[in-house]
């Protein structure tokens, strides 16, 4: 019921997304502040927008893939942002990671302009986008979501209606806190086992037929040498960076904070995350939170 889509901020993730959304036979129009993010999209038949509000203008359906609360919202709302040109009963999709009260104040001022907002944020990672496998976690309304579809299949091979507006930022925060939490678990055992002179590769072997298996343990160990293809086999690069765990965290503990509940672990996890930061990982996968119980080894 759509013809028109319209994308804005093609980084790691959204590149790919917008990718996918082209070979669907979609007519896509995208902007990005840096010119060179977009040059393969343009390539690949996509057409550059001079700014955000041309692409509201051009637009049914925008998505944005930017990297936190304040690009966001300055992108919606500022003087040329999306909400100075959308059309009336266009459908707005964020599917940045940001705090589920951002997306409940943008879905606000969309309302004011006759149009619709969802948040979408994603799980999958780089691979998830660049393969279309991501999952989507939607929060607004449920004919909003089955109108957004089309175009998240596109990119994502799961789509789950999580709730009202918010909810899909809920559900986004909830599981990467779990996420940082599982990962230091699993480095500080394995970490423990090599202390006592167990090998840490059967110490990793004996969680993943325990109970102590997770994600962190089987899929992304943090021990080198286990998996090829994982960052910690590959000097941590690739794969989910510190920065951004910690930012998740950041916006994991406000809202903990807002709503009373109690998070210890999750915020002992950003501690961790923001202190290994600061010796450098900060690019490197979350996962070498490893080498820096080690001490760097
Ligand atoms: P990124 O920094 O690689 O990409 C962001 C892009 O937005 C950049 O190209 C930047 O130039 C552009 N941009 C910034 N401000 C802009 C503006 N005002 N107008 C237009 N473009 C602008 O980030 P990313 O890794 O693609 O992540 C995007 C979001 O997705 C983040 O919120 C992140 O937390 C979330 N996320 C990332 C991953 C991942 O593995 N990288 C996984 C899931 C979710």
Redesign the pocket.
């Known amino acids: 019921n759509f013809s028109s889509v319209g994308f804005?901020?093609?980084?790691?993730?959204?590149?790919s997304m917008a990718m996918n959304i082209l070979k669907k036979g979609f007519k896509l129009t995208v902007?990005?502040?840096?010119k060179s993010?977009m040059t393969n999209v343009i390539e690949a038949g996509g057409k550059a927008a001079p700014n955000?509000s041309d692409v509201a203008k051009n637009s049914e359906i925008v998505i944005?893939?930017?990297?936190?609360n304040d690009?966001?919202w300055?992108?919606y709302t500022?003087k040329n942002g999306l909400l100075s040109t959308v059309n009336k009963d266009a459908l707005l999709i964020d599917?940045?990671?940001?705090d589920p009260l951002v997306s409940q104040k943008l879905s606000v001022e969309t309302l004011k302009k006759g149009a619709k907002f969802l948040d979408g944020?994603?799980?999958?990672?780089?691979v998830?986008?660049r393969d279309a496998t991501?999952t989507f976690m939607v929060g607004g309304g449920k004919q909003e979501c089955e109108r957004a579809k089309p175009i998240l299949e596109a990119m994502g091979s799961r789509v789950v209606h999580c709730g009202d507006v918010g909810m899909g930022q809920v559900a986004?925060l909830c599981n990467n806190m779990l996420l940082a939490i599982s990962m230091i678990g699993v480095a500080e055992a394995v970490n423990l086992a090599d202390r006592l002179g167990l090998d840490p590769k059967v110490m990793n072997s004996i969680i993943n037929t325990s109970t102590g298996r997770c994600w962190s343990s089987e899929i992304n160990p943090p021990v080198p040498g286990i998996i090829d293809s994982v960052p910690s086999s590959n000097d941590y690069k690739g794969?989910?960076?510190t920065s951004?765990i910690s930012?998740?965290l950041g916006l994991a503990q406000a809202a903990a904070t807002r709503s009373n509940a109690l998070t210890p672990l999750g915020s002992v996890a950003q501690q961790v995350y923001r202190t290994i930061m600061l010796h450098g990982f900060g690019d490197k996968d979350f996962s070498s939170v490893y080498q820096y119980l080690r001490g760097n080894k």
């Open positions: 804005i901020g093609l980084g790691n993730m959204g590149n902007f990005d502040i840096n993010a955000v944005t893939m930017l990297p936190a690009h966001v300055e992108c500022g599917s940045s990671t940001i944020p994603v799980s999958g990672g780089v998830g986008a991501l986004k794969g989910f960076t951004l930012k998740d």
